[in-house]
């Protein structure tokens, strides 16, 4: 989603909220809109499981996985890239 940003030219925040990051971009991107619930899910994971204390279980992993490959490839093809 940043590499989206940088096509348009606009500042990156550094921000791991994912929701942020799709506002900056739905004026030019509105397909974003459809990811809202699944960028939600994520963003949860962007900090917390990193340090000790909070984790995720194997279904919330999964599911993160499948959130982000869906996002990720919907950036790709926004942006040329081979999937």
């Given amino acids: 989603m940043k590499a989206l940003l940088e096509e348009l030219g606009a500042t990156i925040p550094k921000t791991h909220n994912l929701i942020v990051l799709a506002q900056l971009l739905v004026a030019n991107y509105p397909d974003l809109r459809s990811f809202r619930r699944g960028l939600d899910f994520l963003t949860r994971f962007a900090v917390a499981t990193r340090y000790p204390g909070d ?29």
């Fill in 55 to 83: 984790w995720a279980s194997k279904r919330q992993a999964a599911a993160a996985m499948r959130w982000a490959t869906r996002v990720r490839g919907s950036c790709r093809t926004v942006l040329g890239l081979l999937p």
